[in-house]
């Protein structure tokens, strides 16, 4: 799998967009960006992923550049609950399912 | 739709022991994966397993093993507990044979050895 580089912490005003960018200067192909984040003593929660072309759900959005090697995921109206670890991971899917995360960002909501 | 289920939440053993820790994956998944993660080294995969058969493993000792029932619930077992084995087990359940679909965490166990 790419590895991927990212922001150790941002802060961000609840309310205001959150912008997590993540360079992944090595990705192949047919290799998927995800987003996951962390929050303490809770499990990894899944966010968004995709390939080339731009996603959006209900959490957030993800902006893939049309060379593939950086993304950004946005979260539109940051609230204090949003506070966590978000981990970029490119890998390609239905090989092996391991899954590495990276350090990540640590996103801080702030009043 | 009922998320990622681990039970216990929180265990504490002593060296030596061995231990079983559950997991019960989104209805309709048929493949887990297991993880453990600590402060030191991250995330690690440990094993995926789908239709019963384990199908990937990582680079830990034969202590830890696991198995996957027919109904898709799945055990992880570490024998002859270490202090080093103090850490969050996650299990992680995806739609396997949809290539592109993410894998979905439980909140994890939360081993600790004395």
């Known amino acids: 799998d790419a590895k991927t580089t990212q922001p150790t912490s941002m802060d961000c005003a609840e309310g205001r967009a959150a912008n997590l960018p993540c360079n992944h200067s090595t990705i192949s192909g047919n290799e998927y960006v995800y987003w996951y984040r962390q929050i303490h003593s809770q499990g990894p929660q899944y966010i968004i992923h995709?390939?080339?072309n731009n996603e959006t759900n209900e959490m957030a959005s993800l902006i893939i550049t049309e060379d593939r090697k950086s993304s950004t995921l946005i979260l539109p109206h940051a609230t204090l609950r949003d506070t966590a670890v978000y981990y970029c991971i490119v890998r390609v899917p239905g090989t092996a399912s391991k899954l590495t995360f990276g350090t990540g960002t640590r996103l801080q909501v702030t009043l | 739709k009922a998320g990622v289920t681990q039970t216990p939440r929180y265990l504490i053993k002593t060296r030596g022991q061995q231990v079983t820790l559950s997991c019960s994956p989104i209805?309709?998944?048929?493949?887990v994966s297991w993880y453990q993660q600590t402060p030191g080294q991250g995330l690690q995969f440990l094993f995926e397993?789908?239709?019963?058969?384990?199908?990937n493993k990582g680079n830990f000792p034969g202590r830890f093993s696991g198995r996957q029932f027919s109904n898709s619930r799945s055990e992880m077992n570490v024998s002859t507990l270490e202090l080093g084995d103090s850490a969050l087990y996650l299990c992680?359940?995806?739609?396997?044979?949809?290539?592109?679909?993410?894998?979905?965490f439980g909140d994890g166990t939360r081993l600790s050895i004395l």
């Open positions: 992680a359940s995806s739609l396997a044979g949809s290539e592109y679909q993410p894998q979905h």
């Open positions: 995709g390939l080339k």
């Open positions: 209805s309709g998944h048929r493949s």
């Open positions: 397993y789908f239709s019963e058969t384990q199908r």
